[in-house]
């Protein structure tokens, strides 16, 4: 089933428009992919700061292609992961039952949908905060570093997406009282790549 959804959600991107936003992305991954620039600076937020370069080096990949149905539809497939991750998150918070709905929920319709009819770096932000989620569960159910920096890396990457996303960061709150004598210098080191957006 969830193949299904993943599969289908992830073609119907095909239909999404270029907008001028994502057409700059394009532009820019395009650059990258000719060896012409290397970004430091990524998309534009609001027109008083940028998110991190990553969305375009991500973009790049099936911008070497040429096709624009490729590049919608490995957009569409990063996006639809959402419903993976929904499962597996809900599966591991109570059962898999639980799991499944979450995900047939995130097919009803509302403001998500909007994704679907324009490419744009915002439409992988559900699947890497669901990602993040995930990943932090496992570390607060296991105790294990591997989690932990897993989801400092997920993190990291989501806030490339939106900076909007920084404010699941308040998660950690609760490792770091419960576990900050034994955080080492390597998860501090580690935790440098969540970086802030560059003015």
């Given at each position: 089933m ?6 289908i ?9 270029v907008?001028?936003d994502?057409a700059r992305d394009?532009q820019?991954?395009?650059e990258i ?5 290397f ?8 027109g ?5 370069p990553?969305w375009f ?7 070497l292609t040429g ?25 591991e918070?109570?059962d898999?039952?639980f799991g499944?709905l ?11 949908t909007m ?5 744009g770096?915002t ?8 990602l993040?989620?995930l990943?932090l569960?496992?570390?607060?159910k296991?105790?294990s570093?591997k989690?932990l920096?897993?989801s400092v890396?997920?993190?990291s990457?989501a806030?490339?997406?939106h900076?909007?996303t920084?404010?699941?960061g308040?998660?950690?709150i609760?490792?770091?009282?419960k ?5 080492n210098?390597?998860i501090?080191?580690f935790?440098?790549?969540?970086k802030?957006p560059?003015?």
């Amino acid at each position: 089933m969830l193949a299904g959804i993943v599969l289908i959600n992830s073609i119907a991107y095909i239909g999404g428009v270029v907008s001028m936003d994502s057409a700059r992305d394009i532009q820019r991954a395009l650059e990258i992919a000719n060896g012409l620039s290397f970004p430091l600076a990524g998309p534009d937020i609001g027109g008083f700061l940028h998110a991190g370069p990553l969305w375009f080096y991500f973009l790049a990949i099936p911008t070497l292609t040429g096709s624009l149905i490729f590049i919608s539809l490995w957009i569409g497939f990063f996006a639809s992961l959402k419903f993976v991750f929904a499962y597996l998150l809900g599966k591991e918070l109570i059962d898999k039952k639980f799991g499944a709905l979450w995900s047939i929920y995130l097919l009803l319709p509302g403001w998500k949908t909007m994704d679907q009819f324009a490419i744009g770096h915002t439409n992988v932000v559900e699947t890497l905060c669901l990602l993040f989620l995930l990943l932090l569960l496992r570390y607060y159910k296991t105790g294990s570093e591997k989690y932990l920096l897993l989801s400092v890396f997920a993190l990291s990457v989501a806030i490339h997406g939106h900076p909007s996303t920084l404010i699941l960061g308040i998660l950690f709150i609760p490792s770091l009282f419960k576990h900050f004598r034994k955080l080492n210098l390597k998860i501090i080191v580690f935790s440098i790549i969540l970086k802030f957006p560059e003015n």
